[in-house]
Each structure stands twice: as C-alpha cells, then as structure tokens.
C-alpha cells in the first residue's frame, strides 16, 4: 500500500503540472484542423515587425544614454575622482536600460495591440481581421488614435518593475550567494541572471 501512494502521488503532482502544456498541445490540434498549419502562424507578422523596430530602437536609444554618462564622468573626472559602488553601477545601468526598453515599448506597442487579437479571432471564428494593413485601417476607424496603445501603461509598469526586479535580485545573487574564485563565474552569473529574470517576469 505504501508502495502505490509513493508511485501515486508523484504521479498525480507530474499530471498537474504538465496539465497545462497537455491542453495547449490540444488546442494546436484543434487549431490546425480548422484552420490548417498555417493557422499556428497567425499573428506572426506583427510579431516580427514589433520584434526588429524594438530592437533598432533599443540598439540606438542605449548607446545615446551611455555616451551622455561618459561625457558626465570624463566632465566631472578631474575636479572630482569618485569610484562608484557596484549597486551604483547597477541603478545607472538599469536605469539606462529602462530607458531604452521604455522607448522600444513605446514605438512597437501597436504590433503588440495587434499580435493577440489576430490570434484570439479564433475563438469566435471571426475575420475582422485579415492583414496588417487591414488590422491598423479597423482599430484607427472604430478606435481612433488611442486604440494602438491600449494597454501601454500597465506594460510599461510590468516591463520596468521586471527590469528592475531582474537586475537586483541579480545583483543581490552575484554579490552575496556566488563566490568570486569560482572558475566558472561568468557563466554562474548568466545563469543568475536569467533565472531571476524569469522570476521577475512571472511576479509582474
């Protein structure tokens, strides 16, 4: 008897678990079978546009703030040589970093607006949405302007608040719960870094 609730109750918490992943493989079947493979590719356009513009834009954004704080140190340099504490590096950094993302978020939001209704018109079997150019000509008539950055401050907030979260809690690992003389700590502190960029991303 103690045998079969040893094997049960793993079992029972492993079928919990992957629950989720068993009814999304489900709803690909369905959605394949009604609306054949390249269904699962709906939205993908809007995807790839918000996913290149966020990128130049982040590209460009950052490199400007760090230029701007090297003119400030090398201005300040001579009259005042202050070395910075690590946490200090790390406000600036992620505060640059903010910055850029907030940019990116902001120029590409309305892919974004665009990406889960294409994909949620599934649901009621609608085609009110047929393209790109199609998606922004019905959201500008039935919602003006506005209808493109629905929803951009609640993203914003989330965004920033996982940034911030990410690069502290990163810091807090590296700093306290990681040794230095580990041969591998630059990889140690990658794998930090995404870890507690996955939890933050979870909480917000």
Not at 8 to 25: A, F
Request: glycine share 8%; proline share 3%; charged share 15%.
């Amino acid at each position: 008897m103690a045998d079969a609730a040893s094997q049960v109750l793993p079992g029972s918490g492993l079928t919990i678990l992957s629950q989720p992943l068993t009814y999304v493989k489900v709803l690909i079947q369905h959605i394949a079978s009604i609306n054949g493979k390249r269904g699962l590719f709906t939205g993908l356009t809007p995807r790839l546009c918000s996913g290149v513009l966020g990128t130049v834009v982040h590209g460009k954004v950052l490199p400007h703030y760090q230029e701007c704080d090297k003119a400030e140190e090398s201005g300040s340099g001579n009259v005042q040589k202050e070395v910075s504490s690590s946490f200090d590096r790390v406000i600036k950094e992620t505060t640059r970093e903010a910055m850029a993302h907030s940019a990116a978020t902001l120029i590409t939001h309305p892919f974004h607006v665009i990406t889960p209704r294409s994909m949620v018109q599934f649901i009621g079997r609608e085609s009110k949405y047929c393209g790109l150019c199609d998606f922004l000509a019905t959201i500008h008539r039935e919602e003006a302007i506005l209808g493109f950055f629905a929803g951009l401050i609640p993203r914003l907030l989330g965004d920033s608040i996982s940034l911030w979260l990410c690069n502290s809690l990163a810091y807090l690992v590296n700093t306290y719960a990681l040794d230095s003389g580990v041969s591998t700590m630059n990889e140690m502190k990658s794998y930090s870094q995404a870890v507690t960029g996955f939890f933050a991303s979870m909480l917000t």
